[in-house]
């Protein structure tokens, strides 16, 4: 399933693939495997809060004064209450308390999609969805999988699902609908562009694997670079990474683009790994420090730096275990990294599982880059700093009514820079409706066979960027990729 | 204390006195009577979680589950925790979860301030203030205060109180040092504007009355109307506005408008008292509904109705009490309503005090109109709708670098709105910076005797602030009260 996307793509389609958004430890253990780890972690503390040594009076004090509140409420409030409910707010609200962004208490539903994330396969039928038109449009079967297969197509809407209709539902509703159990059947009813009857299409679900790395060759002045993208930090990914490094040496690169542009992290320890495969042993490429302060440094076992260079490549929304392995690309062996400053997340969650199949994702310590340098809230910069257009940053259009010359608003502003993207030059891009964007809008019109009124009506918008999706996925105009091929290849 | 204002000066003025938001049970409880009906409430519930009835097991698991999440987070964060923020965290979190805007844990604190919001007096030396450029400033000194007899004058910048500077106080931590028990002496340094040097002043704090009631009589054509503002219903309020009824009356009016807009409620006694002043009691004012859905209705004990018409005044600050005073008039006394849409808040909350000072905000009933309806998040239609000029909805301009023509942007249209309402037209209110702008920019800062650029400068954007507050301070223009009157005298 190809899911990287740019910042801009992203906000336009809502893709299967749930992010990260965080480094976790703990690779590879299963839900019991954690849940035994729990439950040693909370023996030596499942006292009862008025046992507890530190904090303790205090803590049993506060604790009646919730369970007051508590019956309070439940005794009181001007409508029927779930207990429930209130205790998840009161965990919630203590989780909220730390004002860490990266600590959550996540109930059922949220853990087990966090757990998906972060597996490299899942049960279905392996077509990557998303909504338009408020209908599930498959956007592209997976290789080899079930839905290729049966002869799903890109574009093809999914009306209903096993006789259920998908209306009204989201699409995280409708893709649990049509996941499922490797081996079972599932019936789509799916209405084909171009027809206005649907078919039945009955498709046997199986395993679909998660592709995290991506690589490939590109030829720059003679010289065979390798490029490789990570998309995420999850279970395989680091194999996939060692295997794919051995098929790109094999052909004899002249250097390496490593691209962790988006990549919202994963597992510390698939990036550990991967350092291992890339950054030489002589000085840490990460340290840990943990709440006394205490500093615990990383190493590789790897002897020799690559016989060829390498560039890392970052955007802002590169996170965490991306951040890790740019700060080792930079400072431990001082390999260039092109493109803009990175997220900035500079701390590592472990899942904990509560008894319920809820968890608690909880923030137990800071890593440091090589030099020492705590990046939370600042990022990594950029060794050499590219922006990409200003396309690329643009926010999805929501037109209603048709917008027209001498109005102003940040629609048009948008509208202004997807234009001057696609090579329409809506004369200036602040957010007025010129003359001159009238034109562009009018010429943008004519290329795509639409009444050329020189209005942005809501058809012109969708028009705006499903044209400027396409640009971005082309890779053309990805001023930062050719930068990195042209800085390694030097 | 003047404190009525306008939504659009409210945002522009921080004023002493926080606003009650609600409307409350239990006029003129002390906390010590509150705390013994706390005692007589909790008695009856202050179970352990395990002992509870229904909802009882799934109550202690999940009480177990914060446990368990309280200790994890002890145990494992990156920080150190505070035991004491994490309980008041989840206390918080609990009450959230009711996604009920006006229930709220309130700590000692806001508990505080809550109850004095809604007291008839505070001690302290009587002065209204605001923060004027970063400095604590007084507003206007209350009419026979201590304030108003050291010769404290509107302007005045406070400096240090008792030698303490107020530099980078918020203006509620400024005048808790300025507030202080009766009888007791604080120390003011006051800087005058045209001096350069400061002076201090010795003030004997006092008991000030806090007044929330406000009446005059008009002439509308050779007919004495009388008016009576009603800023919020606290402890006395009822007493005074029976206190100016009479006086009114012993005027022969012949006609009433009550003004309750931007006036966010209070004390259901006391909306109780006022409507047993004016509405007759053949029908209920107001219906009280429970949890179950049992309506208890509300009547007054007065026979017959004022024999002279009756008009309110409501807009979408009127909430809560003032609700159920509006739709008492509307729809128990057919009187009319003019103004706009109000608030829409129908319920009724109690305040429960908790043993530590702290307090829980408790929604437990909700209010229908006399005729039954709920207009909670709908508010109540006037029967006469009049919109005020639009200036009297613009939004405070924060300008750091100076905007100039053929620009766009909200604050731009923030300006125009302003400029519009003071006289000078600005051609469009849309937010693009045309040539007629440049112009009334001009011409508005050649009557203000600052240089004439055409630009919207920081000190521009303060001088149409401050006009307008006067504008809007001095009642001219107010269409509403206008058209109240002329329905009124009819």
């Known amino acids: 399933m190809k899911i990287k996307m740019s910042a801009a793509v992203a906000l336009m389609i809502l893709c299967l693939f749930l992010g990260a958004g965080g480094t976790y430890w703990a ?27 530190d904090n303790g009076e205090d803590a049993a004090l506060q604790f009646q004064k919730l369970q007051q509140v508590y019956n309070s409420i439940e005794a009181n409030y001007v409508e029927d209450v779930s207990g429930q409910e209130l205790m998840d707010g009161a965990i919630q609200g203590m989780v909220g308390s730390l004002e860490d962004d990266f600590s959550a208490y996540m109930d059922v539903e949220s853990s087990q999609q966090l757990m998906e994330s972060l597996e ?38 999914i009306i209903s699902v096993d006789g259920e ?28 562009a171009g027809s206005s009857e649907t078919v039945d299409v009955e498709v046997t679900r199986d395993t679909i694997p998660i592709e995290t790395v991506y690589s490939r060759t590109e030829t720059v002045d003679g010289k065979a670079i390798g490029v490789i993208e990570i998309t995420s930090f999850a279970e395989e990914t680091a194999a996939d990474f060692a295997a794919q490094l051995e098929a790109l040496e094999a052909e004899d690169i002249e250097g390496l683009v490593i691209d962790v542009r988006g990549n919202p992290g994963g597992y510390l320890q698939s990036v550990v790994d991967i350092a291992g495969e890339i950054i030489p042993k002589d000085d840490p490429f990460l340290q840990e420090e943990n709440r006394n302060g205490e500093k615990t440094p990383y190493f590789t076992d790897l002897t020799d730096a690559k016989p060829y260079p390498i560039v890392g490549l970052i955007d802002r929304g590169s996170a965490s275990a991306s951040e890790i392995l740019a700060g080792a690309l930079k400072e431990n062996a001082g390999y260039e990294l092109v493109g803009e400053s990175s997220f900035g997340k500079g701390t590592v969650q472990k899942v904990i599982p509560l008894e319920d199949g809820s968890s608690l994702k909880l ?5 440091l880059t090589p030099d020492g340098n705590w990046i939370h809230e600042k990022g990594i910069e950029p060794t050499i700093p590219v922006e990409q257009p200003a396309y690329y940053y643009t926010h999805p259009l929501a037109i209603e009514e048709p917008l027209k010359q001498d109005s102003t608003g940040s629609a048009i502003e948008n509208a202004q820079l997807m234009l001057k993207g696609l090579g329409f030059d809506p ?64």
């Open 120 to 157: 490299s396969s899942f049960e279905g039928i392996g077509a990557e969805v998303s909504m338009m038109d408020g209908r599930v449009t498959i956007v592209s079967p997976i290789k080899d999988s079930p839905a290729e297969k049966e002869g799903l197509m890109p574009n093809d809407k």
């Open 363 to 367: 923030t137990m310590q800071k890593w």
């Open 27 to 53: 690779v590879g253990d299963t839900m019991k495997e954690k849940a035994a780890a729990y439950d040693k972690l909370a023996s030596s503390q499942d006292s009862t809060a008025t046992e507890q040594a």
């Open 427 to 490: 004369g200036r891009t602040d957010g007025y409706f010129s003359t001159e964007t009238t034109s562009a809008v009018k010429a943008f019109q004519q290329e795509n066979n639409i009444e050329a009124s020189g209005e942005l009506t809501a058809e012109t918008g969708e028009l705006l960027q499903q044209s400027l999706v396409e640009k971005i996925r082309s890779q053309e105009g990805d001023k930062q990729l050719d930068k990195a091929l042209d800085v390694v290849s030097q």
């Open 165 to 192: 209709p998908l209306d009204g539902l989201s699409l995280q509703e409708a893709v649990n609908k049509i996941r499922g159990e490797k081996g079972s059947v599932v019936t789509l009813e799916i209405l084909r």
